[in-house]
């Protein structure tokens, strides 16, 4: 990293003071619980993880120094479950991500989708980017392009996936205004995440495995080549038959001629 792309000192000072101040908020939370699923605990807790985690990136970027923190997870930050035990109502909620990799390529598939729809009175929507996405995510499902991303010209980033539960179905209309707006962390059932960051983690552990497996492969390769050299000592071929040493017994000729 450069020396123009450091933080300062001061400001690496200022994330340890966010540090102290989020420590005793937390502290401060945690004393005035109110029950085992405070709200407060939580957001104090959130907030103390973002401090430190900042601090942390900080320290390195200016330093070359780390933390001995461990800052949790997406899948650790969710709260517990405290939702209905026999929920008769459920909403999934999915966010998915893409990047715009080939943009004539899109526009290419809307014009297609322009020119089946008889019944167009835009017949120029296909001629911009937010135009064609508007025509490709009218004619397919998003799992469709999901499954098909490619060849509409776009690349995958990250998504989730969050299954949250409830007493009863919301009412039609209910919440359309404002979709997101009202989810509440303790009634997610389950989450699922994609993200490129799992998979440069996999990589990772990848890697290791297969240094793992290269020693164990060249070990492998040395106790071969020991028992070959064993092998030819005694006479013995690589296919387990015996060969013409010295310590051979010979074959009468009757018993060969009954072969």
């Not at 995510?137 to 998504?159: M, T, V, Y």
């Amino acid at each position: 990293m450069s020396d123009a792309a450091q933080p300062t000192a001061a400001e690496v000072r200022a994330a340890a003071e966010a540090v102290k101040t989020a420590l005793d908020r937390h502290l401060a939370a945690v004393e005035r619980r109110s029950g085992e699923d405070d709200p407060a605990v939580y957001d104090a807790f959130n907030q103390l993880a973002a401090a430190a985690e900042a601090y942390d990136e900080l320290l390195y970027d200016r330093y070359d120094e780390v933390t001995p923190f461990e800052i949790p997870g997406a899948e650790d930050t969710l709260p517990p479950y405290t939702g209905p035990e026999e929920p008769s109502a459920l909403s999934v909620l999915i966010r998915r991500d893409y990047a715009v990799a080939e943009p004539q390529r899109l526009m290419a598939h809307a014009r297609r989708i322009e020119a089946a729809d008889e019944e167009s009175t835009d017949m120029d929507a296909s001629g911009t980017v937010h135009g064609a996405l508007s025509l490709l995510f009218g004619e397919f499902e998003p799992d469709e392009i999901a499954s098909r991303h490619k060849e509409f010209g776009l690349e995958e980033g990250d998504s989730t996936l969050w299954v949250t539960a409830a007493d009863e179905a919301a009412d039609p209309g209910e919440w359309l205004e404002a979709p997101f707006e009202q989810v509440d962390p303790q009634s997610v059932v389950c989450r699922f995440d994609v993200s490129a960051v799992f998979d440069d983690e996999f990589d990772d552990d990848l890697d290791d495995e297969e240094e793992e497996d290269g020693d164990a492969d060249g070990d492998a390769a040395e106790l071969d080549e020991d028992l070959a050299a064993e092998l030819d000592e005694d006479g013995i071929e690589d296919d387990g038959s015996e060969g013409d040493g010295p310590g051979d017994t010979a074959v009468p000729a009757s018993l060969e001629a009954d072969r």
